[in-house]
């Protein structure tokens, strides 16, 4: 059966969620197991559509939780097809139990993750609870700061991920609503040069090559089950880091567009910097091409990719910072919140002497404004006048009531 | 850097109208972004809907913002909530009712001393579309009032946005954008 190619013109206006629905078409996914969820529920909506206007050809499994939904993703991965789906919120923390079993049975998934928070209180406005949640379930993590980034992170995740010196799944974060219902300029590729970069899939262990019996999802006990995960690790740790640079590299090349695993804005003679992530990265750069007109040195670090973590490029990008702040959109939960405590790992036996200061802001949706953020670089730029962090080590960023300050 | 709030119901289109002007903006080489403000929207529960338009890149993405334009697309709106928060001197409102300018200054006194169109975007829309759709004929009104575009390309413009719709219906929002352009006072 033949589709239907689409003709987009050079620059659609697209929310983060149609843009990731558009990738997901141009890369001719076999198979989308899903189960709708707000703010995330438009990608796979998208992705029905377009296959029955005839613009892809693949099937839709509709199905009864994110737990089936998954699990349909693996069977069909697990078959050998191009599999996505996408989700938020109680969505993924449903999903969860099965996003193990796919990054443990290294089958190539893509997940996008329109990231919301968790109940309670009930809330279907954006923060990073649910990316947190899952962020040590084997995973790759891309993390896109715009609707640009959500329609690019998937074709590059569909390349890292599909690659046999792969196989893991990965996932392409977006802020729920500040991306996924935020519609701006976004630069296509013609649906050729977009299905050319992923290529055909070619599949590895596919259970419908009856030629080549194989077993997937068998169960290991203390024999085997260490050397699984340590391989999957390994992995991660050397193996895919060098893939995702090299289809970033690749990326560039087709579309111009470059993107690298820590992005660094201004950095190069900055004594301060912000390390955060999702649309907060563009409203800081913002900030501070504003502040770099009055004349102070500050940059701004957003993690394109989560996991696995680029440890060494950051303490790479920030070792001449004389102050730093953390900001983790998410509850923390009785510790530090999980930049401040990577951030912390990467520097730590070098010889940086950087203060490091940790935020959580915009839980549920909360704005981060200018404001804000102009009052966070000069909190910094008072520790790295006095040489010590005057404050607290964790911070709250816009929450009423008395100010919440500890460690 | 240009900016709008749109002030409405969930329902009556105005993130559709938001994304609809961004998309005819974009197609002459400015930057934009269009947003919204949801919460879990029930139809009919009041909301706002944000453009931004400039000539580089938009980075900010923070919800806050000192409009330029407040576009009011429900009548009561005007009434019950306060659409001039964040105002500055500059800003221009552009009201969707039945009353006139000065009747309406009179019914919510915190317009007193403000820029203020009106234009009856419901009826307009009620005689053309068949429905209260406000969305389309706010934008016409809106090219009146910032002359930002020639009211033939923008209705070109508009035509191919809405060109997923049924004719009919397409024509009929042209009539209504054109005549909320020469009604608006």
Same mark, same amino acid.
Request: with cysteine; proline share 4%; net charge negative.
């Given at each position: ?407 | ?17 938001? *994304? ?6 974009? /197609? &002459?080489?400015?930057? !934009?972004? @269009? ?56 800003? *221009? ?6 009353? /006139? &300018?000065?009747?309406? !200054?009179? @019914? ?71 005549? @909320? ?5």
């Amino acid at each position: 059966m033949a589709f239907d190619k689409m003709e987009l013109r050079d620059i659609e206006v697209w929310d983060g969620n149609h843009a990731a629905a558009q990738a997901l078409r141009q890369c001719q996914v076999d198979v989308v197991s899903a189960y709708p969820i707000t703010p995330s529920t438009p990608i796979v909506e998208g992705y029905a559509k377009f296959k029955s206007d005839n613009y892809v050809e693949g099937e839709f499994v509709m199905v009864e939780s994110e737990h089936a939904a998954m699990s349909g993703c693996i069977g069909a991965a697990a078959a050998g097809g191009r599999v996505a789906t996408a989700t938020s919120s109680q969505g993924l923390a449903l999903m969860v139990e099965t996003l193990y079993q796919a990054a443990g049975m290294r089958l190539p998934i893509i997940l996008n993750i329109v990231n919301r928070a968790l109940a309670a209180p009930l809330n279907v406005n954006g923060d990073h609870s649910d990316m947190y949640l899952c962020r040590d379930s084997g995973w790759i993590q891309f993390d896109a700061f715009s609707p640009q980034e959500a329609y690019d992170l998937n074709m590059i995740a569909f390349k890292v991920s599909e690659d046999h010196d792969v196989r893991m799944p990965a996932i392409i974060n977006q802020d729920g609503f500040l991306t996924s219902h935020t519609a701006q300029g976004v630069h296509t590729l013609t649906d050729d040069e977009a299905f050319n970069f992923v290529g055909t899939f070619k599949p590895m262990n596919d259970m419908l090559d009856f030629e080549h019996p194989v077993t997937h999802g068998v169960q290991t006990e203390e024999d085997w089950h260490f050397e699984h995960k340590a391989r999957q690790h390994n992995d991660m740790m050397t193996i895919i880091p060098n893939k995702i640079d090299q289809a970033f590299a690749d990326f560039e090349t087709l579309s111009g567009r470059k993107y690298n695993k820590v992005e660094c804005y201004d950095m190069e003679d900055a004594d301060l910097a912000i390390v955060c992530m999702g649309t907060s990265v563009e409203t800081v750069r913002e900030v501070v091409s504003e502040l770099r007109e009055k004349g102070l040195k500050v940059g701004v670090i957003g993690l394109r990719v989560v996991r696995p973590f680029p440890f060494f490029e950051i303490a790479e990008a920030l070792k001449n910072i004389k102050a730093v702040a953390a900001l983790d959109r998410s509850a923390p939960g009785g510790a530090a919140g999980m930049l401040f405590n990577e951030i912390a790992g990467s520097l730590y036996n070098t010889d940086s002497k950087m203060l490091l200061s940790g935020y959580i802001y915009g839980l549920g949706g909360r704005d981060l404004t200018k404001t804000n953020i102009v009052d966070l670089y000069n909190e910094l730029q008072a520790n790295a006048d006095a040489g010590k962090v005057l404050t607290k080590q964790q911070q709250f960023i816009g929450v009423r009531g008395p100010k919440l300050a500890y460690l | 850097m240009l900016e709008i709030r749109w002030h409405s119901r969930a329902g009556q289109g105005a993130v559709t109208g938001a *994304k609809g002007l961004a998309d005819v903006i974009s /197609t &002459t080489g400015k930057h !934009v972004q @269009a947003f919204a403000f949801y919460g879990s929207a029930k139809r009919g529960a009041a909301m706002t809907a944000y453009n931004r338009v400039a000539d580089k890149v938009i980075l900010n993405h923070e919800k806050y913002m000192k409009p330029d334009y407040v576009f009011v697309i429900d009548p009561a709106l005007a009434i019950t909530t306060d659409v001039t928060i964040n105002h500055k001197d500059t800003t *221009k409102y552009i009201i969707t009712t039945h009353l /006139t &300018t000065e009747e309406l !200054v009179k @019914a919510q006194p915190l317009l007193e001393g403000k820029e203020v169109y009106t234009v009856d975007c419901i009826q307009i829309a009620n005689d053309t579309i068949g429905r209260p759709i406000p969305n389309t004929p706010m934008l016409g009104a809106f090219m009146r009032v910032s002359d930002m575009y020639e009211i033939d390309f923008f209705k070109d413009s508009m035509n191919r946005v809405l060109a997923k719709l049924p004719q009919k219906i397409v024509d009929a929002n042209m009539i209504a954008i054109q005549r @909320a352009y020469d009604e608006v006072k």
